[in-house]
């Protein structure tokens, strides 16, 4: 982190609680009466629906919006065909053609099958006497040890019941036999899987690191954001469950407050921030928000507070060590909290460090700006738009006759200095060239900054609304550094200058 200008404060991080410090040392409406309902033609669907079924089903659009409208019928007649057969329906499915096949267990019915539309196949065992095998399993599951029996269904295409063998399947025929069950209307498959419970990774929500613990910030691809103050590199997780998460991936403190942790095959990363009000607020971007804009935080001790933005780019002297480029805030907050989620309505600002005082008596808190941390590390936000999409791995190449060239990537929002979060000295005056190349559809710019003697101050800029831009300035001799600012949209660029 490079900030030159800042204010200094006196305050406290927030501890994990359980631990001093781990710092890096250690711390619909109903039809008119008399109508058909029709089926509808696909038209309701979602964008994101068809989009899904486009990519997961290998359809076309007109062929999934097809697929909507004959699945709906498929099931309406299914549902009417289940009343008039009674007991001798056994199950339906969609065979090949995706015609609706009904399976029953009198030969008499099969007529009232096809006199419907649809196909019909005579079984043996009728779908109350497949539903009944399935009970008495159920009424014995305890007996199923889930590492050898995943599980057990009605599988109506082979009018059996399955039960599901992990390796050997001397477990699973012993827990049919527990269940006194006709063996021969059951059969034992076995699977290489195992079943597994997922659970959702959550702004504000409580995770542990050892005998600590702090909040999740935001989710992002592969894990979540949250405190560097929280824990090192390597250190394991556990959720708010005590179930094992994830592991410590990068975290830097102090100078900076920020860390991501990549979480297991167990926990899916979700758009969500605890409102600990029942319910979730939705996370749509990470847009900054102005000085005295109202904010509010999720944390794991005090739940969900709010204020307004006081200051940016603060420097906070804490005890620990100084941390720089921090937001101020009105809001409370407590040990416990800290990591968690900061927003301005549905937009990610950040993730909380430390403050002073408390939700009693009120205070001071502090938050880490979420888009340098995404910048940092690489990572996308998952957001209300979709899941997140990793920001291009190769950097555009529109910039070339440059004596020096460098890339990055930035999340939207979010600022990067060159070079190497540094800058340069020219011992002479003359002119100084730039050019961005910033990634397709976004609005990326550049900036020329001076330092002056007790700031940076821009001297030039290139500010459109495109992606690539170009600076050109002459000036005397000094110090000097490129700033290169995602105004909206995220990914990789590509940056050419040449300095006298």
């Not at 600990?276 to 969900?304: E, F, K, L, P």
Request: proline residues 4%.
């Amino acid at each position: 982190m490079n900030r030159t200008v800042a204010a200094t404060a006196a305050a406290g991080i927030l501890l994990p609680v359980g631990l001093a410090a781990v710092i890096a040392a250690g711390p619909a409406g109903a039809a008119p009466s008399g109508a058909t309902p029709l089926a509808p033609s696909g038209d309701a669907a979602s964008a994101a629906m068809l989009a899904a079924m486009q990519r997961d089903l290998g359809l076309t659009e007109k062929a999934a919006r097809a697929r909507i409208a004959a699945d709906d019928t498929a099931s309406r007649t299914e549902l009417a065909l289940r009343k008039q057969l009674g007991s001798a329906f056994a199950g339906a499915w969609l065979g090949s053609g995706d015609k609706l096949v009904v399976a029953v267990s009198d030969a008499a019915k099969a007529s009232a099958v096809t006199a419907a539309g649809a196909s019909a196949k005579v079984v043996a065992n009728s779908g109350s006497k497949l539903d009944l095998i399935k009970e008495k399993l159920d009424a014995v599951a305890a007996k199923a040890p889930a590492g050898k029996v995943p599980g057990w269904y009605v599988d109506v295409k082979t009018n059996s019941v399955v039960v599901q063998a992990h390796g050997a399947t001397t477990a699973a025929k012993a827990f049919i036999k527990a269940a006194g069950v006709d063996a021969g209307a059951v059969r034992v498959e076995t699977t290489a899987a195992l079943p597994r419970l997922f659970y959702d990774v959550r702004g504000g929500d409580a995770y542990y690191i050892g005998g600590g613990r702090c909040s999740v910030g935001f989710s992002v691809n592969g894990g979540f954001v949250t405190a560097g103050h929280c824990g090192n590199t390597g250190n394991a997780t556990t959720g708010f469950n005590r179930v094992a998460q994830g592991t410590f991936q990068g975290s830097s403190f102090p100078g900076n407050d920020y860390a991501w942790v990549s979480v297991n095959a167990n926990w899916v990363p979700q758009p969500w921030v605890n409102n600990y009000s029942g319910g979730n607020v939705t996370v749509a971007g990470s847009t900054v928000a102005a000085i005295g804009a109202a904010i509010c935080r999720s944390g794991s001790t005090t739940g969900w507070r709010c204020g307004t933005v006081q200051a940016y780019n603060q420097t906070v002297n804490y005890a620990e060590g100084s941390v720089s480029g921090l937001t101020r805030t009105n809001a409370c907050a407590e040990p416990g909290d800290s990591g968690g989620s900061w927003l301005s309505g549905q937009q990610a600002q950040g993730v909380t460090s430390g403050g002073s005082g408390n939700c009693t008596s009120g205070g001071t808190t502090y938050f880490q700006p979420v888009n340098e941390i995404l910048t940092a590390y690489g990572r996308t936000l998952v957001t209300s738009g979709g899941g997140g999409t990793t920001p291009p791995t190769t950097p555009p190449t529109g910039c070339s006759g440059y004596e020096f060239s460098v890339t990055g990537s930035l999340a939207s929002g979010g600022s990067a200095y060159q070079p190497n979060n540094s800058y340069y000295y020219s011992s002479a005056s003359g002119a100084h060239r730039g050019c961005l190349d910033g990634p397709t559809g976004t609005d990326y710019d550049l900036y020329l900054q001076k330092w002056n003697g007790s700031s940076w101050a821009a001297v030039a800029q290139g500010a459109t609304s495109a992606a690539d831009e170009t600076v050109s300035y002459t000036g005397t001799a000094g110090y000097y550094r490129w700033r290169v600012h995602a105004y909206s949209g995220s990914g990789t660029y590509a940056l050419g200058y040449t300095n006298p």
